[in-house]
């Protein structure tokens, strides 16, 4: 799943690429981390793996928890900024059922505060159903199974 090549049509192969322009404020071997240009609020800024995969099972796993790290670092510096900032959203959908619109992984951090509008919803009665404790058994032992 991993590509080492770049991908013309993929705007962050493009970015890492020197192609398009772009707001950095990181980069290193791994990942840059970028100004976002549609932004939940100002300061949303994205980590991107420098070697292209669509999903994340492609991301190698010290990779993925470098992310994490300069996820961390990024909240810090998010907190202390000028930008309105009560609390830090991390967001990384796998696959366009998720929600994924640009199919290299990517990972958003972006500040929030009460009442900016933005939020997960959902429908009562259609998400967030209770489920019995076997079925919560039977859905661990499979996924436990699989590790």
């Known amino acids: ?18 192609k398009l322009p772009v707001s950095m404020i990181h980069e290193d071997e791994l ?20 070697v292209h995969s669509p ?5 190698a796993p010290d990779t993925l928890a470098y992310m994490m790290r300069m996820a961390q670092r990024m909240n810090k510096a998010l907190r202390k900024s000028s930008y309105r900032c009560e609390g830090v959203n991390l967001f990384m ?10 199919f290299p992984c990517h990972l958003h951090v972006y500040p929030r505060f009460k009442g ?32």
């Open 31 to 50: 990942v840059m981390i970028i100004v976002d240009l549609n932004p939940i609020n100002e300061g949303h800024l994205l980590i991107i793996p420098k």
């Open 55 to 59: 999903e994340m099972a492609g991301v």
């Open 93 to 102: 959908a796998d696959g366009e059922a998720a929600g994924q619109e640009v």
């Open 116 to 147: 900016d509008g933005f939020g997960f919803r959902h429908v009562k009665g259609q998400h967030f159903i209770r489920t019995d404790r076997e079925r919560m058994d039977a859905i661990a032992l499979e996924l436990r199974e699989l590790l």
């Open 1 to 18: 799943m991993t590509q080492d090549k770049p991908d013309n049509k993929c705007p962050f192969c493009r970015i890492r690429d020197g």
